[in-house]
């Protein structure tokens, strides 16, 4: 057992508080309701990790007291047996470690891995009616004899303060209320050694409650001041990081290059576009222009192509007449061909008109 010197050495607020049969130290958490209903019974728990063997369950003091971590538990028992108490369920409050979130909870009342007394008051939070005793050691880890010793005292005082009887059925442990998660916190046979112990012990008779109304509201301030100077850290970090976000978005916008005057940009493509839109129009009156001239020459066209036809029906009745002359042959094949000459050339010259008109409103369309 550490001394009240030891204790205080640790942390300068703890109290020794002598029952005459019971003895412990009051070292208040932060993490804690109001509103506790009267003790049915006990969950026993193991803290895990190396620290708290070595330290003998101090971290889990430290964890406890610090706001951030939002666990606490009645009791704490060190490995040497020394008792810690962290939360006053006489006056009402209720620790943090036993907890279901029913809404999310995975086993139903009838799952075999629940203990009875769990079953038997469904959907209320056991945290508010059952007493827990966090033990310092590792998972997996035989509470000591001392440990075991100082279990025993804690259980035969809850039982006598709160009327419960000590048994299987209200000496339970936390794997009994979270088989998936904390399926060896603290193991069945340290609930079975423990039970032994309590019963071992010699009953006491209960303690009158002697609360001092004023004392109860120091200590009840007292935890208020301690929640509030954590807080205080937490904000002061908080601060810290929105500064330095603050900075490196400030940093960020400075290498952001934004035009001076944005005016000068606009009245230029606005220019742009009126002058785009003047190019329209006059592509607009050229094509206009362009179709007028196909009509033109298309119609042109046609006039040729109705010479080209009587031009060949010319020649065609030029030699029906120059046959019944009787002229001498020679003469009337060059009268003929001076004919045929003629009239092809007219027909070459209409015939080249044709082309190029053809041509031209080909290039037009
Ligand atoms: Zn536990």
Same mark, same amino acid.
């Given at each position: 057992? =550490? $001394?009240?010197? =030891?204790?205080?050495? *640790?942390?300068?607020?703890?109290?020794?508080?002598?029952?005459? $049969?019971?003895?412990?130290?009051?070292?208040?958490?932060?993490?804690? &309701?109001? /509103?506790?209903?009267?003790?049915? #019974?006990?969950?026993?728990?193991?803290?895990? /990790?190396?620290?708290?063997?070595?330290?003998?369950?101090?971290?889990?003091?430290?964890?406890?007291?610090?706001?951030?971590?939002?666990?606490?538990?009645?009791?704490?028992?060190?490995?040497?047996?020394?008792?810690?108490?962290?939360?006053?369920?006489?006056?009402?409050?209720?620790?943090? &470690?036993?907890?279901?979130?029913?809404?999310?909870?995975?086993?139903?009342?009838?799952?075999?891995?629940?203990?009875?007394?769990? *079953?038997?008051?469904?959907?209320?939070?056991?945290?508010?009616?059952?007493?827990?005793?966090?033990?310092? #050691?590792?998972?997996?880890?035989?509470?000591?004899?001392?440990?075991?010793?100082?279990?025993?005292?804690?259980?035969?005082?809850?039982?006598?303060?709160? /009327?419960?009887?000590?048994?299987?059925?209200?000496?339970? /442990?936390?794997?009994?209320?979270?088989?998936?998660?904390?399926?060896?916190?603290?193991?069945?046979?340290?609930?079975?050694?423990?039970?032994?112990?309590?019963?071992?012990?010699?009953?006491?008779?209960?303690?009158?409650?002697?609360?001092?109304?004023?004392?109860?509201?120091?200590?009840? %301030?007292?935890?208020?001041?301690?929640?509030?100077?954590?807080?205080?850290?937490?904000?002061?970090?908080?601060? =810290?990081?929105?500064?330095?976000?603050?900075?490196?978005?400030?940093?960020?916008?400075?290498?952001?290059?934004?035009?001076?005057?944005?005016?000068?940009?606009?009245?230029?493509?606005?220019?742009?576009?009126?002058?785009?839109?003047?190019?329209?129009?006059?592509?607009? &009156?050229?094509?206009? $222009?362009?179709?007028?001239?196909?009509?033109?020459?298309?119609? *042109?066209?046609?006039?040729?192509?109705?010479?080209?036809?009587?031009?060949?029906?010319?020649?065609?009745? %030029?030699?029906?007449?120059?046959?019944?002359?009787?002229?001498?042959?020679?003469?009337?094949?060059?009268?003929?061909?001076?004919?045929?000459?003629?009239?092809?050339?007219?027909?070459?010259?209409?015939?080249?008109?044709? $082309? *190029? %008109?053809?041509?031209?409103?080909?290039?037009?369309?």
């Amino acid at each position: 057992m =550490q $001394t009240l010197e =030891q204790i205080k050495n *640790k942390w300068n607020n703890a109290e020794f508080v002598d029952e005459g $049969t019971f003895q412990y130290y009051w070292i208040p958490s932060p993490n804690k &309701s109001a /509103g506790a209903i009267k003790s049915k #019974g006990v969950c026993l728990h193991l803290t895990g /990790g190396n620290i708290d063997r070595n330290l003998e369950g101090q971290a889990a003091v430290n964890w406890f007291r610090n706001s951030n971590s939002g666990v606490s538990a009645d009791y704490v028992v060190f490995f040497d047996g020394t008792i810690i108490c962290t939360v006053d369920r006489d006056n009402g409050f209720w620790s943090w &470690s036993n907890g279901v979130d029913f809404s999310n909870y995975k086993y139903t009342r009838s799952s075999p891995q629940i203990a009875q007394i769990i *079953k038997d008051n469904w959907g209320t939070n056991p945290n508010t009616y059952l007493v827990s005793i966090e033990v310092a #050691g590792n998972s997996g880890d035989r509470y000591s004899d001392a440990q075991l010793e100082s279990i025993g005292k804690i259980i035969r005082r809850e039982s006598a303060y709160h /009327g419960f009887a000590i048994n299987e059925y209200t000496i339970i /442990g936390h794997y009994q209320i979270s088989p998936d998660i904390r399926a060896n916190c603290p193991g069945a046979e340290n609930v079975r050694l423990s039970i032994e112990s309590a019963n071992k012990i010699t009953p006491v008779t209960p303690p009158t409650p002697q609360v001092n109304p004023l004392q109860a509201e120091v200590d009840r %301030l007292n935890s208020e001041v301690m929640y509030f100077k954590d807080r205080a850290v937490t904000l002061e970090q908080d601060k =810290q990081r929105l500064q330095n976000t603050i900075l490196s978005l400030k940093t960020q916008l400075s290498n952001v290059v934004i035009p001076a005057d944005l005016s000068g940009e606009v009245a230029r493509l606005n220019a742009e576009i009126a002058r785009l839109n003047e190019e329209n129009a006059n592509y607009k &009156s050229q094509l206009n $222009t362009c179709l007028g001239e196909k009509k033109t020459l298309a119609s *042109k066209l046609q006039t040729v192509s109705s010479h080209l036809l009587p031009a060949t029906a010319v020649s065609v009745i %030029l030699a029906y007449f120059i046959s019944p002359l009787n002229l001498p042959v020679e003469v009337s094949s060059a009268l003929q061909g001076l004919v045929v000459y003629a009239i092809n050339m007219v027909t070459v010259y209409l015939t080249n008109n044709k $082309t *190029k %008109l053809i041509e031209v409103v080909n290039d037009v369309s």
